[in-house]
């Protein structure tokens, strides 16, 4: 690993135009858009296992889901287990 990125195959699958990246979380796969630009990212539902796809353009996210984050950025690192 190597935030954002993942070194192995995960659930979270990058896509800007042909490159292709996986990231380790939603938080990672977001911040990848966020560093390299315009693309895709999905993934599924932990509860439902229903397909999940988001899209960033110009830096605003819209997709077919919710992303919560229960545990603040700033505090992902005091138990990241549980983050």
């Not at 990212?41 to 397909?51: N, R």
């Not at 796809?53 to 700033?74: C, I, N």
């Amino acid at each position: 690993m190597a935030h954002p990125f993942s070194a192995v195959e995960t659930d979270f699958l990058v896509r800007i135009g042909d490159r292709r990246w996986y990231a380790n979380c939603v938080w990672d796969g977001l911040s990848i858009l966020a560093l390299l630009g315009d693309g895709t990212l999905d993934t599924h539902s932990p509860a439902t296992k229903e397909s999940m796809s988001f899209s960033v353009t110009d830096g605003r996210v819209e997709g077919q889901g919710l992303v919560h984050f229960l545990v603040p950025a700033k505090n992902f690192w005091q138990d990241i287990g549980f983050t």
